[in-house]
């Protein structure tokens, strides 16, 4: 029915056709006419209705389209080649049958794309830079060759000029092992499981600061994905939940200047970090622009908020209130950073810290260009020490394992070989914290970067065995699912070397616990522990 239409329509042009006939044959005509397929042309009849009423007249517009032998529309070749248009300039269109490389169509995508130079031309115009050159364009390692090398070709001999200003090339993300992905083999996990398992944010920061950035191969691993989830997402929520359950939001926002070295210190590299983003991204480097992130997470957590930790539970409440607000704007500033690459995160974790009184959407903010420029003076300083603070930690915490001494043992001196923190008293009480001595003595005669004093005094090793007992107090706290707030009394079941102990440190045990009053008594049910030769139960209530 449908080739009867093309006969009648080829031999009677310009004319109006009568066409009397029954429903079906007029039904399959207009399915033909239309370029259907036979699923398409029979739900035109639901349920066995006519398509056509009878003595009904109905107009066919038909216009012949290139098809296949089922009549149905197909827009490649041999097909195409029969359909010749009409031109305005009273000659005929056709498609041109010879085959230029298929690239030369890709390299003049900037052209075609705006419909250059027959429209669009007060927003798009090579010849007056309107919407050209391209800020950056982006494609995979095994496409250069042709796309890239094609635009480049085409733009230079139309306009002597290049089409894009900056180019990005990701490499090929390969399985595991090194093998090339396959549908066959299905040697990969699929990526939805992995988004559902791990947060699309991990998978995405995964793949922006790795090697595939650079052109170069990647070799995928689940693994790494999970460690994303791990040791950034979870850890920068930690901070966040950490700064809540403390009464951060309870901290009139202000300006403020804090005098504490752990507030300068993070602010110092929150605007590093800051600048070594916009700097990556205004150059198109996608791995340099995300990978500051976890560096700066890992400093939040594992060294700024652990050593203000105290400082939130303080009863100085200038400190305290700094500690707060140097928290909230370290999050809030970071959530800005990090849009780009993690939007779910940087949007949960903004929504939560402005509570929803500022924009309605972390990308609907400015780029943080407030906390973005070249360090001070005092800012190098700051991170000039505190980088060598952290190193004598880590020396003074690596000599405590050799000697087999744990954390909670304090120790009367660490010698220091460097004297680049001497007389900088705010540094080496972190240091004497950290790794838990009375003193530091700097000996530039000593053999090691550092030197512990590992002799062990009757005094020290009380204030150990009571450290001991606030750890088992605090375990217990969180085993129970207390809040910080919480005071509780202690009973205590223990001998009389315990007791000298609690008699002692009472004030101190209680303060850093929570403890309303510490009773002594039998215990049935509780585990009995050994502390340093001391034997104690310990229950709260």
Known sequence: MTEFLYEVDKNNQ?????????????????????????????????????????????????????????????????????????????????????????????????????????????????????????????????????????????SVALFDKISYKNVVVNGIVLTEDGQKMSKRLKNYSDPMDLVDQYSADAMRYYLLSSPAMKAEDLAFSNKGVDEVLKKLIMRLQNVYSFFEMYGGFDVEVKDFESKNILDKWVLARLKETATLITKATDNYELDRATRPINDFVDDISTWFLRRSRDRFKSENIEDKNYAMLTTRKVILELSKLLAPSMPFLAEDLYLKITGGLEKESVHLEDWPENIVGELTKEEVDILEKMKETRSSVSLGLEARVKAGVKVRQPLNKLKVKSLKLKDEEKYLELIKDEVNVKKIIFDESIADSVELDTSITPELKEEGAMRDIVRMIQELRKNKKLNPGDLVELIVDTDENGKKIFDKFKDEISKTTGLSKITFGVLESSELIDLSGISIKVDIK
């Open 14 to 154: 310009g004319k109006n056709i009568l066409i009397v006939s029954h429903n079906t044959p007029i039904w399959l005509m207009y399915g033909g006419m239309k370029g259907m397929t036979p699923k398409e042309i029979m739900v035109i009849r639901e349920q066995g209705k006519p398509f056509i009423k009878n003595s009904e007249i109905m107009k066919f517009d038909f216009a012949p389209i290139p098809h296949n032998r089922s009549y149905e529309l197909d827009l490649h070749r041999p097909f195409i080649d029969e359909i010749v248009l009409g031109c305005k300039c009273g000659g005929s269109m056709k498609r041109i049958p010879e085959v230029f490389d298929c690239w030369f169509e890709s390299g003049s995508m900037p052209y075609a794309q705006s419909h250059y130079p027959f429209e669009n031309l007060d927003k798009f115009n090579p010849e007056k830079n309107i919407g050209f050159p391209a800020d950056f364009i982006a494609e995979g390692l095994d496409q250069t060759r042709g796309w890239f090398y094609v635009m480049l070709v085409i």
